[in-house]
């Protein structure tokens, strides 16, 4: 590091005791060893069709898919696909993969067939679990991916596949389950989400079991939840359990805590009015993960009065911004006293660098939060790369055990966001409070965040630039009240040809998943502006159409 630009004493570290981090512990070890008494409570629960599982049952079926899939033949270090809305059968699939010694990586299952098999294949799957909804998917991306021996299918038994209920039946004496006590969990990728982080395509994000292990620890430190909140000589906590698996916030955040603390998630395929409401009022959730469009949703919906909030103790937000006139709002709504609290982090951060302690009692509303324990940060001038003060506004960079390995066949992704002295650099803009609390004031990164979930503006402009018509495009992201931010694109014309929105939107129609299609319009233009390198000046696209 420069000593000209670096300034120790300018670094926020965590005031908290710091966690150690966990080495030679995998995830399912973690949660079999820390099990106080709730074996035969609740785990997971469907909205929709009732099915239920104890803590004790993930557990059992967890063991018996590992077996399974060994006998199958999947050897360690092979990557598995999991293409999945939430069930409750999710973390027993999850952490099966796992005690085989697998690789999961999470997929959406909202994708086109187009987008699951880009993702199989840059993942190197050579299996794939998923639904009946999303089998025709799969089967396509299969037959793209020679890689892909096997589909594993939750539900009915099909043609060509093997039924899920009927591998968790299978013999589990005598079998090798994977041990952390044998594997570098400090280096072995198990957990393969894809993220474009600050440029670029969506990329594998490498996590390990002591990522993970370790940042449950950190984002569940009885600063941020209440001590023994969940354990068993007190009511069972209730999550809500609709953010989705496959994206690393409900992964860690509900999933995962969901079996360190012995709660019960109800789990939501789905959001839909309809069921939303009544999954709430049937559930009565103490715990209520939320993002931005389904804050707004209750706040602004007749469906939701101070009684729907009557068990909620905690709200917590986070993925991307969310209005502190929103949040006040909500609580207003609530009509009691219940706590609000946001998180900020990164799927390359495990997730979790920062979170609302307790203590701040919804004084801080608007702000992520002071970084988990054993965790630093500093904010960086974006020009100068110098170490700034409280209160000045820069690049959030993280350091700590949290941070992955890397992004997966990609070293020079890897280098532009861990440096050489291990910082990650978020591409986030924020400033410190004299409380150690972070306010994100900015992106400084291309990616947009629509409805919380990831838009890479290179993917659509990769697709875009293969339409016949199109000569240069651009992509940014653009304010939404709703939405939070909506995909626009600004193309330049072959020449002399004519072309219309309508076929463009059409033409992504089919390759992108809802979220990612142009809602924030599309705009025809002369030129891109662009940098002497070539780079897309998207600020300029940014500023000129908040000016129109
Ligand atoms: P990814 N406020 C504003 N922007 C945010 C916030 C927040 N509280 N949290 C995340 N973001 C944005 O990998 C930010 O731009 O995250 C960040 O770089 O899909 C990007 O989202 C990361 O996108 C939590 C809180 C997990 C957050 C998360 C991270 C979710 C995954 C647990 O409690």
Redesign the pocket.
């Known amino acids: 590091s420069n000593p000209e630009l670096e300034d120790e004493s300018l670094w926020v570290n965590s005031k908290i005791q710091d966690v150690k981090t966990i080495v030679g512990v995998t995830i399912p070890e973690m949660i079999r060893a820390n099990i106080r008494g709730w074996e035969n409570a609740v785990a997971f629960e469907c909205a929709e069709s009732g099915r239920k599982y104890t803590h004790r049952q993930v557990l059992e079926q967890s063991r018996g898919f590992a077996a399974a899939m060994i006998q199958s033949g999947y050897k360690r270090g092979d990557v598995i696909g999991v293409v999945l809305h939430n069930i409750p059968e999710y973390c027993a699939i999850l952490y099966g993969i796992w005690e085989a010694g697998l690789v999961a990586s999470p997929v959406n299952p909202a994708y086109t067939a187009a987008e699951i098999t880009r993702q199989l294949e840059s993942s190197g799957a050579q299996g794939v679990v998923t639904l009946p909804d999303y089998l025709e998917a799969c089967r396509a991306a299969k037959t793209a991916n020679p890689k892909i021996k096997s589909i594993v299918i939750v539900g009915e038994p099909h043609e060509g596949c093997h039924s899920y209920y009927e591998m968790v039946k299978a013999d589990t004496t005598g079998v090798d389950f994977a041990k952390g006590s044998q594997m570098d969990t400090l280096n072995d990728t198990i957990l393969l989400p894809y993220?474009s982080g600050t440029t670029g395509l969506p990329k594998g994000?490498m996590l390990t079991h002591s990522n993970l292990t370790t940042n449950l620890l950190q984002?569940t430190h009885p600063t941020y939840i209440k001590a023994n909140a969940f354990e068993g000589q007190n009511e069972q906590e209730r999550l809500l359990g609709l953010l989705p698996f496959f994206?690393?916030?409900g992964l860690?955040?509900i999933l995962n805590v969901n079996m360190l603390k012995g709660s019960h998630t109800l789990t939501l395929p789905r959001f839909e009015v309809n069921s939303f409401v009544r999954a709430i009022r049937q559930q009565r959730p103490t715990i209520m993960?939320m993002v931005t469009p389904l804050i707004n949703f209750m706040v602004n919906s007749a469906d939701f009065t101070s009684k729907e909030f009557e068990a909620t103790e905690t709200v917590?937000?986070?993925?991307?911004?969310?209005g502190p006139s929103l949040i006040n709002q909500l609580l207003e709504k609530a009509n009691k006293h219940m706590l609000f609290q946001?998180?900020?982090?990164?799927?390359?951060?495990s997730?979790?660098s920062?979170?609302s302690p307790l203590w701040t009692n919804n004084q801080k509303v608007g702000s992520?939060g002071c970084p988990v324990p054993s965790t630093s940060t500093k904010i960086v001038d974006v020009i100068s790369g110098k170490t700034l003060p409280r209160f000045e506004r820069g690049e959030i960079c993280v350091r700590g055990p949290q941070v992955m390995k890397g992004y997966f066949n990609n070293e020079e992704a890897t280098r532009n966001t861990i440096d050489v002295d291990g910082w990650c650099h978020?591409?986030?803009i924020g400033y410190y409070d004299n409380d150690d609390c972070l306010w994100?004031v900015d992106?400084l990164?291309e990616?947009i965040?629509v409805k919380?979930?990831?838009v890479a503006p290179s993917e659509l402009e990769d697709l875009l630039r293969g339409h016949e018509k199109v000569e240069d495009v651009a992509v940014i992201g653009v304010p939404d009240a709703e939405w939070g931010e909506l995909p626009r694109a600004y193309i330049v014309k072959k020449d002399g040809q004519n072309l219309v929105e309508d076929e463009l939107n059409h033409f992504l129609k089919d390759q992108v998943t809802s979220y990612k299609q142009l809602r924030g319009g599309i705009e025809f233009v002369k030129a891109i502006p662009k940098a002497p390198t070539g780079k897309i000046l998207r600020r300029e696209l940014l500023t000129a159409y908040k000016e129109m």
């Open positions: 993220s994000v984002s994206h690393s916030y860690a955040c993960h917590i937000g986070g993925a991307a911004p969310i946001e998180g900020y982090g990164m799927t390359e951060l997730p979790v920062h979170f992520c978020t591409g986030d994100i992106r990164k990616l965040k919380g979930f990831q």
